[in-house]
C-alpha cells in the first residue's frame, strides 16, 4: 500500500540552525499538510499546499517557516533558524483532492519527523 | 472555531474485553467529517475509522464502532474484543467539508492492552 515518507526519523539541530524536513506523499495525491506535535500536546495544524502554493496556514506557521515542493515527489518544510520551542514531531500528510461536501480526501500521514532544537 | 477534546489521557484494557475511548468536540458546522486515527509506536498514523456527520448511522470497521451524537457533540470509539496489536495512541479529528480540509486533532489517548 502507497506510505507517506518522512526522512530523517529525528533532527538534531542548534538553536538558530535551518533545518529542512523532507516528505515523499503518495504519488497521485494533490493535497500536502504540514501538522507539528509538542510533546504531550495536542496535533496542531501548520500549513497546507495545493497547486504549488500555500492554500491555508495557521498562526504558527510565521516567516521563520516555508514549504516547497521542489520536484514532482518531494515536499519540504523549512525552518529557518531554529528556536527551542520549535522541537517538537512533525507530520507530513497528504490526501486526494476532489471537490464537494462528500469529497473523502482522507489524509495520509508519515510516520513524522521528531525534531530536537538544542 | 473548532475544537477537538479527549479527556482521557490513557485507558487501559485486558486483552479480549472492550473499552470506550472518548471524544467530544465543538462547531457551528452542520456537515462535517470526524475520525479516529491510531498510531501505533512506530509513530505512523493510520486511518482506523471515518464518520460522516450528515449520516445518521455509527459508522463500524470490524472491532471497532463509534457512537455519533450528533446533538451532544459526541463521537465515542469502542474497540471490542482487544488485542494486543490495539495498545497506540488514538487521535480524534475533525475536518469541515470546506476549505482546506485540515484536520483538527484531540490530544489523544494513550491506550494499553494487558494481556
Known amino acids: 500500500e502507497p506510505e507517506v515518507t518522512q526522512t530523517p526519523s529525528h533532527q538534531v539541530t542548534q538553536m538558530g540552525q535551518e533545518v529542512i524536513l523532507r516528505c515523499v506523499p503518495i504519488s497521485n495525491h494533490l493535497y500536502f499538510y504540514w501538522y507539528r506535535q509538542i510533546l504531550g500536546q495536542k496535533v496542531e495544524f501548520l500549513v497546507s499546499f495545493y497547486n504549488n502554493e500555500i492554500s491555508e496556514k495557521s498562526e504558527i506557521f510565521d516567516d521563520q517557516f516555508s514549504v516547497e515542493r521542489p520536484d514532482g515527489s518531494n515536499f519540504t518544510l523549512k525552518i529557518r533558524s531554529t528556536k527551542l520551542e520549535d522541537s517538537a514531531m512533525y507530520f507530513c500528510?497528504?490526501?486526494?483532492?476532489?471537490?464537494?461536501?462528500?469529497?473523502?480526501?482522507?489524509?495520509?500521514f508519515g510516520a513524522g519527523t521528531r525534531l530536537s532544537v538544542l | 472555531a473548532q475544537t477537538v477534546t479527549q479527556s482521557q489521557p490513557e485507558m487501559s484494557v485486558q486483552e479480549a474485553e472492550t473499552v470506550t475511548l472518548s471524544c467530544t468536540y465543538d462547531t457551528s458546522e452542520s456537515d462535517y467529517y470526524l475520525f479516529w486515527y491510531k498510531q501505533p509506536p512506530s509513530r505512523q498514523m493510520i486511518l482506523v475509522i471515518r464518520?460522516?456527520?450528515?449520516?445518521?448511522q455509527n459508522a463500524t470497521e470490524n472491532r471497532f464502532s463509534v457512537n455519533f451524537q450528533k446533538a451532544a457533540k459526541s463521537f465515542s470509539l469502542k474497540i471490542s474484543d482487544s488485542q494486543l496489536g490495539d495498545a497506540a495512541m488514538y487521535f480524534c479529528a475533525y475536518r469541515s467539508t470546506s476549505g482546506t480540509y485540515k484536520y483538527i486533532f484531540g490530544t489523544g489517548t494513550r491506550l494499553k492492552v494487558l494481556a
Open positions: 464518520q460522516e456527520a450528515y449520516k445518521q
Open positions: 500528510a497528504s490526501s486526494e483532492y476532489v471537490v464537494g461536501p462528500r469529497a473523502k480526501n482522507i489524509q495520509y
